[in-house]
């Protein structure tokens, strides 16, 4: 009975240690790495956008945002509860770092910036466009999931990440939208935000 114990035991820890979900070191202060829920199919030949095993735990979430990695790594109680890959600031559109707090949550924002130029009709002019350029009605870009972070207009929110691992925004943090929408849904507004370069 005892050699049964040993081996369910041996079991249980070579299982547990292969489910870690790798973290930078520089992250990994006592956080405890669980199985990760890949989200995508299972059939894909791609890398996921984003790993989540968050759901249903209680406790204080905290965000921290590596610009060298275009990643975000999400914590509960110290507990990592999963990752995403993120859009930053591209040349010339600075993504803001050290420490925010969320501000402001809004689930259908847009931007009252960047967006497009459209017609009487509807039918657009020109895309990326910024407020105040004429030749027609300026429509801000959506920003679902909006989740403030700077008094100046950066946050988080739901967006295309055209190439994961690469900047691509102007200057806010965009998620893969059922990342974005899952965030939104675990991190009231006080969340600690940390972006680090």
């Known amino acids: 009975m005892n050699a049964?114990?040993?081996?369910?035991a041996a079991l249980?820890?070579?299982?547990?240690s292969a489910c870690e979900l790798p973290i930078p070191a520089r992250f990994a202060r006592q956080e405890v790495i669980r199985k990760p829920l890949l989200v995508q199919p299972i059939n894909s030949s791609n890398s996921p956008l984003y790993v989540w095993h968050g759901s249903g735990q209680p406790g204080p979430v905290r965000v921290t945002i590596d610009l060298s990695e275009q990643r975000a790594y999400i914590f509960r109680n110290s507990e990592n509860i999963g990752w995403s890959y993120v859009a930053t600031g591209r040349?010339?559109?600075r993504t803001p770092t050290g420490t925010f707090y969320i501000?402001?949550?809004k689930v259908d924002?847009?931007?009252?910036?960047?967006?497009s130029i459209v017609d009487a009709s509807g039918d657009v002019?020109?895309?990326n466009a910024?407020?105040?350029m004429g030749g027609g009605r300026f429509v801000g870009a959506k920003m679902p999931y909006w989740m403030r972070l700077t008094g100046n207009g950066v946050g988080m929110h739901a967006g295309?990440?055209?190439n994961p691992g690469s900047p691509a925004s102007h200057g806010c943090i965009r998620l893969p939208y059922a990342m974005a929408q899952q965030l939104y849904s675990v991190a009231p507004s006080g969340t600690r935000v940390t972006i680090v370069p």
């Open 91 to 93: 040349s010339g559109y």
């Open 160 to 162: 295309a990440i055209p």
């Open 12 to 16: 249980t820890a070579l299982t547990l």
């Open 103 to 105: 501000s402001e949550k």
């Open 109 to 115: 924002k847009r931007s009252n910036r960047y967006g």
């Open 125 to 127: 002019i020109r895309s």
């Open 130 to 132: 910024t407020a105040g």
């Open 4 to 8: 049964a114990r040993f081996t369910l």
